[in-house]
């Protein structure tokens, strides 16, 4: 008769089960003292287990990458960096562009302080001290101020492509300067950058190094005042850009740039794990991101875009994704030029130093550009152009590669060997005892009912005298 009662269930399947030694404390035949020592070897064996597979999982969860340095090959293709030109204040001489525009949008006999509020306006930085002074703190104010729409008299001064650079050329062939330097919008107006995966159309020129071509020289002219960056393909110029990575030019000087490059490889194993256990996010991991593709830069500019919205409840004019009714005006400008200890720099959460606390975790493919050496050298003294060489100084020997040492093939094999080692079970085991306990009990009830149904008692028949 199959058991029904709990009691006589469990014992039915501790007599049955495939767990090791769990059936010699259900046997009633062996003595009490050897069923009690079954089971405390039982319970310590399941403690063991339980024990390792915790280590496992943590270790799968906690610590599933391993990073390090690899030097075994060396036939690798070295990218140039990316290069962007983002046009800056100018010295006093070549400061033309804003005498004319201010003699266009304001009468002849405007303030003289109203074209350095219009410098502030054209190359903000996340301070406007002149813009705030002449236009918010003055009692009575010049009518002509810019009140606002700011970004208006920001392009009317910034240059375009054509007239900002000349003369490109990689290894000593030329090609069009405009077509590969593409516009890109940033927190600092817009520049122009080459190798970049965050224009809108990316449209890199060929620039590998290898054993076989092992000359990697970028020129190029500027003809006005001028910072350039050197780059990872998916990082953008920003306020808070190491200024390791910058070169400011100054018109009439000849700049050498020498840096070398080491990129990351990262297995393929990699993307199945999550952004915690490898501490880095992938391009396509950019929910609401402010450029095509995530890269710690844009990732501080997002997170810049939110703090001046939480602090002044309003963006700059140079800010992306903003809309009209979201770019401040000369009290939010203030506010901003105000606050802007707070806002163009960054700090650690731990920190007690004026910054702004931005939880950016790296980009997975980000690439490691070290300066060598920047050599600048005097030119024509009438020359109004700045000559500028980006030179890599080495082909890469080596390269950082993230591997995953635990993956979930790892861990299911972990816990397979534990299992068996300790208990003797497979995956079955652990089927079976789901379905002795549901499937199997449920059985026997309706088995039980339906030999109770079928036995119907016998009525004796009348006897007539």
């Known amino acids: 008769m199959p058991p029904t009662s709990c009691r006589a269930l469990v014992k039915d399947y501790c007599s049955n089960c495939t767990f090791a030694g769990v059936h010699f404390i259900a046997d009633d035949t062996k003595h009490w003292s050897e069923r009690w020592l079954w089971f405390l070897l039982v319970v310590l064996c399941w403690y063991g287990s339980a024990l390792l597979i915790i280590a496992a999982w943590d270790a799968f ?79 009575e104010p010049d009518y002509q101020c810019p009140m606002s729409n700011y970004s208006y008299y920001a392009n009317l001064v910034r240059c375009e492509c054509p007239q900002l650079l000349k003369q490109c050329s990689y290894n000593g062939k030329l090609f069009p300067c ?62 808070t ?38 501490a880095c996010f992938f391009h396509h991991e950019n929910e609401k991101g402010l450029y095509p593709h995530y890269s710690y830069s844009a990732c501080t500019v997002l997170c810049r875009k939110k703090a001046q919205l939480d602090i002044c409840q309003c963006n700059d004019h140079f800010m992306l994704g903003t809309s009209e009714a979201e770019r401040c005006n000369i009290s939010g400008m203030a506010c901003l030029n105000a606050n802007s200890n707070n806002l163009t720099t960054l700090k650690p959460r731990w920190a ?19 300066v060598i050496k920047d050599v600048q050298t005097s030119g024509s003294h009438n020359s109004k152009k700045a000559i500028v060489h980006v030179i890599l100084a080495r082909m890469s020997t080596e390269r950082f590669k993230r591997n995953v040492v635990r993956s979930r093939l790892d861990l299911v094999v972990s816990l397979g060997g534990t ?47």
């Open 61 to 139: 969860v906690l610590s599933p990458i391993s990073f390090g340095v690899e030097t075994t090959y060396t036939e690798w293709n070295t990218k140039m960096p990316a290069v962007a030109v983002c046009e800056i204040v100018q010295d006093k001489q070549y400061k033309q562009k804003i005498y004319d525009v201010s003699d266009s949008i304001w009468t002849p006999d405007h303030l003289l302080d109203l074209e350095d509020a219009l410098e502030d306006i054209t190359y903000f930085r996340g301070s406007c001290h002149t813009l705030v002074d002449v236009c918010y703190n003055t009692k």
């Open 178 to 239: 405009c077509e590969y330097f593409q516009p890109i919008d940033t927190e600092i107006g817009r520049c122009y950058i080459i190798n970049s995966i965050q224009t809108k159309e990316p449209n890199p020129y060929p620039m590998v190094s290898n054993l076989t071509n092992k000359r990697g020289v970028l020129r190029f002219e500027v003809m006005l005042g001028a910072m350039i960056y050197t780059l990872g393909e998916d990082e953008v110029p920003t306020i």
């Open 241 to 278: 850009t190491l200024q390791s990575s910058t070169l400011k030019l100054q018109l009439g000087h000849i700049f050498k740039r020498h840096v070398a490059v080491k990129n990351i490889e990262n297995d393929p194993l990699v993307t199945e794990t999550t952004p915690e256990q490898r």
């Open 352 to 370: 007690t130093r004026p910054g702004m606390v931005c939880d950016c975790t790296p980009s997975c493919t980000e690439t490691e550009i070290t």
């Open 419 to 465: 299992t068996g080692l300790f208990l003797g079970a497979s995956l079955l085991s652990f089927v079976e005892f789901i379905v002795y306990f549901t499937v199997r009990f449920t059985s026997n009830i309706l088995i039980e009912q339906r030999k109770n149904q079928n036995v119907k008692p016998k009525h004796k028949r009348a006897v007539r005298f």
